[in-house]
């Protein structure tokens, strides 16, 4: 029900900005808290960011922190990671997710997360 995009190949440096939207209209207006979560090659998904549901709040793991960038655009039908100054070791399926309780702090979970897209990869060569 939601769908991720705006992966691709970058150079170390470069910037890059992913996309999330629903499926059914108004679907994003419902999430208490929706994140950004990354997998890559043969480690565990970790958490990237999280927007509470006035866009209000906003979070990031430390290894992103000042880098990437997570909002709503102003109807709230979409979410989205801008990524600048990207590093190779940001190489990975990048996977938005949403949850209907969880507040936002807390949407580093995964395990909370109750709703998920098809990842975007992004390739990132030093």
């Known amino acids: 029900q939601l769908q991720a995009s705006g992966g691709g190949l970058a150079q170390a440096g470069d910037s890059l900005r992913l996309s999330c939207s629903a499926l059914?209209?108004?679907?994003?207006?419902?999430?208490?808290?929706m994140g950004w979560f990354r997998q890559a090659d043969g480690k565990e998904r970790e958490f990237v960011s999280a927007?509470?549901?006035?866009?209000?709040?906003?979070y990031y793991a430390d290894a992103v922190k000042g880098r990437f960038t997570i909002s709503y655009d102003n109807a709230k039908t979409t979410v989205y990671l801008q990524m600048n100054s990207l590093k190779s070791e940001d190489t990975a399926v990048y996977y938005c997710?949403?949850?209907?309780?969880?507040?936002?702090?807390?949407?580093?979970?995964?395990?909370?997360?109750?709703?998920w897209g098809k990842g975007t990869l992004v390739t990132v060569s030093s």
């Open positions: 927007i509470s549901w006035t866009g209000s709040s906003t």
């Open positions: 997710a949403a949850t209907t309780f969880l507040p936002a702090r807390l949407c580093y979970d995964y395990n909370g997360m109750g709703y």
């Open positions: 059914r209209s108004g679907f994003i207006r419902s999430f208490a808290g």
